[in-house]
């Protein structure tokens, strides 16, 4: 064999095995690789002490996952005030008694929802081609028990924010919340919860599954200190020193994970996810996350200083 032909067949070789080492990392390494994220966001009203938000979302549970489950059961020993969820917490018809296991004792502790297409509709099978060029593709599985999971959300104190406004006191602070249900699978019914937010409320807080701009909008045209969501995944599959290739619904690349601006007096923090598709359970360079917010006040003047991110670190091990 000449040597060009045998260079050619090893560079082959070679790059062959550094996508097999890639995509065994991302689907066996990185993928159960969980950590929480703290983030600090200047965005409570002036002279507000601070509150302690834990933000998860995506959760995508299998009922045979101990390893997620026995991670998320550790959660509860950051002692958040508040528990935020934004829905996808289902990937299994028989998965809500491994949820409300593995919540456990953040279930005592003040919490808010919304769902997502994922608590609707099972995940399917689809090319995975439509991630990079048909991020809109919609494919619904089997129908999942919501109702189910929303009664054990709901028994054990949560509120469900779907298409809802409430005022809610934690930690001696006011909070005017309100969420709508998913955009992703055009869901979302702003105009049911429609107006300005409460101007004497320590913190006004937005709910979403899916970050839409078109919801984004609504929100801070009403005043909403805070927006949360996820869906994301972080681009799950994401490039060094590029970030997130898609977001899989309208928000630019930038906005994938974490906190950011959104218009002049609302900040978006928007979940990278705790889970993946039961299909494609990979995540490369976008680790699996639950983050901690500690919320405080805003500089006198406007509520947009942006947020001050803080140093990732992994939570107790879990087996």
């Known amino acids: ?59 995508h549970m299998l009922p045979k996952q101990r390893r997620k489950q026995a991670w ?26 491994a949820v409300v296991q593995a919540l456990g004792d953040l279930l005592s502790v003040p919490g808010v929802f919304v769902f997502g297409s994922n608590d609707y509709f099972g995940p399917r099978l689809k090319n995975p081609a439509n991630y990079l060029t048909k991020p809109d593709h919609r494919v619904h599985g089997e ?36 969420g709508v249900d998913d955009p992703h699978l055009s869901r979302d019914r702003y105009d049911t919860i429609a107006g300005p937010a409460s101007p004497v409320a320590n913190l006004t807080l937005g709910m979403t599954h899916s970050p839409e701009p078109r919801v984004l909008d609504r929100f801070a045209a009403d005043g909403y200190q805070l927006v949360m969501a996820g869906h994301t995944h972080g681009g799950q599959l994401c490039l060094p020193f590029y970030g997130a290739i898609v977001t899989n619904c309208d928000l630019d690349r930038s906005r994938a994970k974490g906190a950011s601006q959104w218009g002049t007096h609302t900040q978006l923090h928007v979940s990278a996810g705790i889970g993946t598709s039961p299909f494609y359970p990979v995540r490369f360079c976008c680790r699996p996350e639950a983050t901690l917010l500690t919320l405080v006040a805003a500089p006198i003047g406007g ?6 991110a803080g140093q990732s670190y992994p939570t107790v091990s879990a087996r």
């Open 1 to 59: 064999m000449s040597a060009p032909s045998t260079f050619l067949k090893n560079t082959a070789v070679l790059a062959a095995g550094s996508a097999l080492a890639g995509i065994g990392y991302a689907a066996i390494i990185e993928r159960n690789a969980f950590v929480v994220r703290e983030v600090t966001m200047p965005v409570l009203s002036p002279g507000s002490s601070p509150l302690k938000v834990l933000h998860i979302s995506d959760i």
């Open 72 to 97: 998320l059961r550790e959660l509860a020993r950051f002692e958040p005030d508040l528990v935020v969820n934004t829905g996808d917490n289902l990937s299994h018809p028989k998965a809500v008694p």
């Open 303 to 308: 509520h947009d200083a942006g947020a001050r």
């Open 143 to 178: 129908p999942l028990p919501w109702q189910d999971l929303r009664a054990a959300f709901t028994e054990r104190g949560w509120l469900d924010m779907t298409h809802t406004r409430r005022d809610l006191e934690v930690a001696g602070l006011r909070i005017a919340a309100a």
